[in-house]
């Protein structure tokens, strides 16, 4: 199975209310700017986008509209976050008949899976769906890493064509080129170090941070592929304070209120998530600002 995956793909913040309700109005808005800005795919539901403080017909809901306002553009993707193997089944069944274009799937929620018991998960997903699947392979976060020779196991399932890897060991990008060749779409999965993935030969940067700078990430993203490292650096270097908000608990709220910062969408979280104390504001703040008054001119680097 081969699919066109690569470039920039944020992975969507859902907006709510005060109340705590969805603003699809919002999210739609958001959605569509990030498109017109230059993103090369959406990713849904992930954890930036609060899959699992989502009630299941919400998630539904969530992927009606987002279809209608992608509109086929670009690829649409969809966070797969369920309790157990047979919960993800069903969301990916009802997905397709949506009809979104793929997954990005994580291992069984709330129970921490050993690697046979997540490659499992994966296998069943796979099966249940003709759509192309994404790995996400999030040890840190997640508590189970799915290793070289469990993904020997999965690429034996035709669909599952892609790796979100997120070990934040930059030598397992390397490691699967070895083994598998161009088998996998390997997305880079840690926004601080998303460079050195990309550098490394990682065709795709799934992003939190996109939500608030799309054009510098895929400003970013073009360097890289063009080679011209140098000029990637200094884009990097200005974009890096704001990226290592991605590898913290409070990643969500703070990339929320980025994103509110930036004009862009409220910091308001579902919770047990609570906004950021006035402490955090403050300091998220201050790096927003500091990227602001530095932030430099794409136009220098001649990309379009």
């Known amino acids: 199975m081969n699919v066109e995956w690569q470039g920039v793909y944020p992975a969507v913040t859902t ?7 969805i603003n699809f109005d919002t999210t739609k808005s958001m959605i ?5 800005e230059g993103v090369h795919g959406i990713i849904v539901l992930g954890t930036v986008g609060e899959n699992c403080s989502l009630r299941a017909e919400e998630k539904r809901q969530i992927l009606t509209m987002v279809k ?3 509109a086929g553009r670009v690829p649409l993707i969809s966070g797969v976050a369920e309790t157990t ?5 069903e969301f990916v069944q009802d997905a397709e008949e949506i009809g979104i274009d793929g997954f990005m799937v994580l291992p069984g929620m709330v129970y921490r899976s ?18 192309p699947i994404m790995i996400y392979n999030n040890p840190i976060t997640y508590g189970v890493d799915v290793s070289i020779e469990g ?23 390397s490691e699967l080129f070895a083994a598998f060749g161009d088998r996998f779409v390997v997305f880079g999965g840690v926004d601080d170090i998303a460079l050195e993935s990309l550098m490394l030969g990682a065709t795709g940067w799934i992003s939190g941070l996109t939500n608030v700078f799309p054009r510098e990430s895929v400003a970013i993203y073009k360097l ?17 304070p704001l990226l290592r908000l991605d590898t913290i608990p409070t990643l969500v709220q703070c990339i929320k209120y980025a994103e509110q910062l930036a004009g862009r969408g409220s910091e308001k979280t579902r919770a047990p998530r609570l906004t950021l104390s006035q ?20 136009s220098k680097y001649k990309l379009d």
Do not use: C, P
């Open 15 to 21: 907006q709510f209310n005060d109340d705590e309700s």
């Open 32 to 36: 569509n700017s990030l498109i017109e």
């Open 151 to 173: 993904m020997r196991t999965l690429a034996q399932e035709a669909n599952i064509v892609s790796v979100k890897e997120a070990t934040e060991d930059t030598r397992r990008i």
């Open 224 to 240: 890289a592929q063009q080679g011209r490292y140098e000029e990637a650096r200094e884009l990097w270097r200005w974009f890096l």
């Open 279 to 298: 402490e955090d504001k403050a300091y998220v703040s201050r790096l927003y600002d500091e990227a602001i008054t530095n932030r430099i001119d794409l």
């Open 85 to 89: 193997t047979t919960l993800a089944v």
């Open 114 to 131: 050993t690697e046979r018991e997540a490659i499992y998960h994966y296998q069943q997903v796979a099966r249940s769906t003709a759509l």
């Open 68 to 70: 209608e306002v992608v």
